[in-house]
């Protein structure tokens, strides 16, 4: 019997921190991306229509081994959606509408260019979802603090005083960069799941001081 891949429980370290901040170092993975501004809260806007055209790819991956799988491939769990935020030219973070973000999905191991490729032509074929702004980002984003949060994405401040406090404790500084940014990943469903009880892991890239 195969065994289906589920990334959240064989790499707990990466998605199941504590509720209290602690250092990870992250290693290289490939996701599968759309990089996009504004408020990911607005049902015509961005970013939802990102959600959809990185889903479609994904499922399309998925979904190869009904047919001619790629070289490689595995069954697996989707893995859970993330995303990566900065502000140009403002720290309020209440002022949604000027968020810059890259969405992302998690790919397994056995995704390059070419299985990319052909997933994004299948579902512009398709789902006649365009899928021009989709990339494949391989990234290794090293050092960071991360630390679960419990409750609405609202109160994420709290948390995040949590994580700076660490940083300061153990001789650390943020190293918020062009290629090191503030990273959620999303473990909770916000149509499923009470704002009280939701879980949203924060990372926050850093180096020695």
């Not at 000027?98 to 990319?116: G, H, Q, S, T």
């Amino acid at each position: 019997m195969s065994t289906i891949k589920d990334y959240k429980k064989d790499h707990k370290d990466l998605y199941n921190p504590k509720t209290q901040p602690s250092i990870i170092d992250v290693p290289e993975i490939s996701y599968v991306a759309v990089k996009g501004q504004g408020n990911p809260n607005d049902e015509s806007g961005e970013y939802q229509k990102a959600l959809e055209v990185m889903y479609g790819i994904q499922y399309t991956i998925k979904m190869s081994k009904k047919g001619t799988p790629p070289e490689g491939y595995f069954d697996y769990v989707v893995p859970p959606l993330e995303s990566f935020w900065w502000l140009d030219d403002s720290e309020d973070l209440t002022a949604k509408s000027k968020y810059n973000w890259i969405a992302v999905v998690r790919l397994p191991e056995f995704v390059n260019d070419k299985v990319f490729q052909w997933a994004c032509d299948e579902v512009t074929k398709k789902k006649k979802i365009c899928t021009e702004k989709a990339y494949l980002l391989t990234m290794a984003e090293g050092l960071c603090v991360q630390c679960m949060h419990i409750g609405p994405y609202d109160d994420e401040p709290k948390t995040l005083t949590l994580i700076d406090e660490y940083i300061d404790k153990n001789n650390l500084i943020k190293d918020i960069a062009d290629k090191r940014l503030h990273h959620e990943i999303y473990l909770s469903d916000p149509r499923k799941t009470e704002p009280i009880k939701m879980k949203t892991i924060l990372r926050i890239p850093v180096k020695n001081k």
